[in-house]
């Protein structure tokens, strides 16, 4: 599942810690200058009005989107997080060895920051670098980070990084390393995930990249299906976030969660198909929607090892190692250019 975008907020002050016996070294930075909200609007207009309707993954990630996500990764459907925690757990110490000393460690779509909290006492790096773009679910993971590990210098930092990369520029290229977990390079198609990954290998960083593999159809829409419906809620609460920005007018009661696996494109889809007859207004547009029609809102691409390990050869990096959980349902890469 994705990681979203930026969105232009007033000024915040800094983080600090909550500890009287710590002076946090926090900032909360966007190393590029925030979009207007014009450029935003209109993207987001011409996926909902475009002949198949989409909107990027990067809005189901709000507040409440963050949190569900969150609860996702609980249920026994949603395997990934489990498998990808057994992979980290039992490969801690063979990972510490494979990258050396890392100075920095930087972690895409960081989240609640747990996943990178588990590799802390292997790495030992002096600095953390989350980068997400939930910047108030952010912030409440750094505050429970600081009082946890004082010692440890945080960097959070808000940004897209789908079309690549960008970190500030005190941060020095050697010992870094790159941390995306939870398979989350998935939501973005190859030429995209290419990019993502150039944009890696160009900061002359090495990764540790937690993927997703091909298995059956059944285990790969339950995930996306699950019986609570938290899924469905974690999609249908997108609607309500494209209101908060378009102005329109979506109803979540006119729509229901729809995951499917596209065997042909290797990818689980989520969808909102509409249950009735709907016409969706905002400022100077409308859509009506016909009864079955779907707005897309999410890719999920699954990949076998060779494929993968290609895509980072394509991407510039040149050492590639890879450990799986005992199933071989997901596997951890770490490359070095």
Known sequence: MAH????PQQARPPLVSTSASHTAR???????????????HLALQAGLLAPAAHVDPKYLYDALGSTLFSAITLLPEYYPTRCEAEIL?????????RTGPVRTLI???????????????????????????????LRQAVQRLTRSHPD?????????????????AFTAPQDRLVFFPG?????????????????MAQLGAQALIGVDRIKPRDILEQAYDDALHLTAAFNLNLLRHVNQILQSNFDARDWEHLARYDAAKQR????????????????GERRQFQPDE?????????????????LLHEAGFSEVQHWSDARDWFTVYHARV
Not at 89 to 97: G, L, N, P
Not at 109 to 134: F, H, N, T
Not at 152 to 168: A, M, T
Request: proline content about 9%; some cysteine.
């Open 183 to 199: 398979s989350s390079i998935g939501n973005l198609d190859r030429q995209r995930a290419l990019a993502l990954l150039r944009s």
């Open 294 to 310: 779907t707005i897309h809102t999410e890719s999920s691409y699954k990949y076998s090892t060779e494929d993968f390990q290609a």
């Open 152 to 168: 440890l210098e945080i960097v959070p930092i808000e940004q897209d990084f789908s079309g690549g990369l960008r970190l500030p």
């Open 26 to 40: 926090l900032r909360l930075i966007d190393p590029g200058q925030p979009p207007s909200k014009s450029p935003e």
């Open 89 to 97: 757990a039992e490969q801690s110490q063979a990972i510490a060895a």
């Open 268 to 283: 689980v889809e989520m969808h909102l198909r509409a249950v009735r007859e709907v016409q969706v207004q905002w400022p």
């Open 107 to 137: 972690d895409l779509g960081a989240g609640d920051c747990a996943k990178a909290e588990k590799l802390l006492p292997a790495l030992q790096p002096q600095c953390y670098m989350p980068v997400d773009i939930s910047t108030d679910y």
């Open 4 to 7: 979203p975008q930026k969105h």
